[in-house]
């Protein structure tokens, strides 16, 4: 094997290896049981004088002065003089000078990065952003291009604050909103992971909501949706933050493809999210109703009501009737709402949260693997993939998302490593399937084990890879260009059974024969003998119709060969004589 080749393949398994261990400890919830879901992984590379650092680069990086040196990073959600608890992990403040400081209780480094309202007022001389980046070479955040400066005493007012003084929708009283108040109250550490987890989060989405001049209370909506979790996944297969299924994320233009999932996409799953309750907030005219029918769906909601119209009744929220769930769910929001507004009447803390942004988006021009992207960043991959986390596969798509977000404080460190980076920014590609093939073959194709192309695509055993899928595979000399925007937006998997091949019989249907009893004699199913002649599953057949069928070619038996017989041998008799 050429050395170039064997370089190849090697940083192939580093990135895979990278990204599985990623997948292994990634918090993959079910929202039957959200009191599981496991706290966001620690939020710093700071260690303590007794304890290594949990996160940081998977191997030294060149710092900013061109010396090779590890990457640290203090950046958990802000803590500063606001702060009503105190923070598990470490905690970033400002002081007065501006300087960072990363306490953990036992250790205090200064890691000085920009000052956030040097980031936000980006203050040199009046010169258009390129592509995120100043003419100082500093990244600025696309997502607020026209943002005022942010000063620190502005920024150390109090997040949660700024929610309270947001509410405007009308309070509801009652049972099922104290039963969910005992329900938080009582469980205290699941409360404190939650709103840690959804400190990445809220000042965007709290800005996004007051930008429409939308109630705040719709801020806090992802605490009982997936209690912040952007991985969670329901039994209804409705996924991300603000649980979008994928029918419903697809009106909305949130992607799902063989590469990326948008409905876990913090940005994209918020933009969608505001914009389908304020298009509920205009059919019912009512945030309430909008929220029942963001829950229960917008065509049950207008039957409630229509059938309390026809009643003669009420046609409020509390007088519709409607499931369970959905009878509890602004309830539900109504105990989060009266949580936050006064945390110690329920024996509760919230977490510090200054405002100001967690995080900013960061153009990317190239594809780029997420383990690799991480390091620059310097970050562990949980962390990365907690802001980044609509990626399915371990390589980003500049081409379909061609933005990635990141703690403030690490963002211009990433824009100046990606620029010094030498060598390959991915390590993987895509490649279009170019006929129905087994897996084994396609990876003989591409020049990769078959074990390796079935785990980052999720092969199962025993299925085809059919025509025009498009499959991850590692980079060679022959597919060493990114990504386009077509494959990228677009791609997909086709999985069929590996199946014998099959041969065509004809048979004639029995007098008073169904589908269901032709296909019990053959022992096939009744909706494959319905497809292969055509027919609905009830379909009845006249006696002598002609039908037909498909059966598995099976080998034909060895036929035993008969060893010829040896001739007798002659039998020698013995004469008597006299």
Known sequence: MKSSARAGLALTAVALASWLAGCAT?????????????????????????????????????????????VASAAAPGAGDVATSPQPAATRTLNPTGTAHADDGGATVDVRPLARSEILSAALPPAEPENGIDAAGRPTDILRPDQTPIDDSQARLDLWQRVRD????????????????????????????????????LFHILDEVQRRGMPGELALLPFIESAFNPQAMSVAKASGMWQFIPSTGRDFDLKQNHFRDDRRDVLASTRAALDYLARLHRQFGDWHLALAAYNWGEGNVSRAIARNQRLGLATGYESLRMPA?????????????????????????????ENHPYFMSVAIKRDIDVALAARLAGLGVDEFKALNPS????????????QVLLPYDNADAFVRRLEAHQGPLASWTAWVVPRTMRPADAAR???????????????????????????????????????????????????????PPMKKVAIKARKGDTVASVAKRHRISAAQLAQWNKVSTSARFAAGQSLVIYKANKPAKATKVRRAQAPAKAVRVASSRP
Do not use: C
């Open 26 to 70: 990634a918090p993959q919830a079910s929202l039957s049981n959200t009191s599981e879901i496991p706290p966001p992984p620690l939020l710093t590379t700071v260690s303590t004088r007794t304890q290594r650092p949990q996160e940081g680069p998977l191997a030294p990086l060149p710092s900013l002065d061109g010396q090779n040196a590890p």
């Open 166 to 201: 947001s509410y405007r929708m009308p309070d509801l009283d009652g049972a099922l909103v104290e039963q969910h108040e005992r329900w938080y109250a009582a469980r205290p550490e699941y409360v404190q992971r939650m709103t840690e987890r959804g400190g990445r989060y």
């Open 325 to 353: 769930e959905t009878r509890s769910y602004v309830p539900k929001l109504q105990a989060v709402k009266n949580i936050v507004a006064n945390p110690r009447a329920f024996g509760l803390t919230l977490p510090a949260l």
């Open 391 to 402: 990626m399915n596969k371990p390589v980003i798509l500049a081409a379909g998302t061609p």
């Open 445 to 499: 194709q591409v020049g990769v084990s078959e074990s390796v192309l079935r785990e980052v695509n999720h092969i199962p055993p025993r299925m085809l890879v059919k025509a025009s899928s498009t499959l991850l595979v590692p980079r060679s000399l022959r597919r060493s260009v990114d990504v386009s925007e077509q494959v990228a937006d677009n791609a997909y998997m086709s999985l069929a059974p590996d199946l």
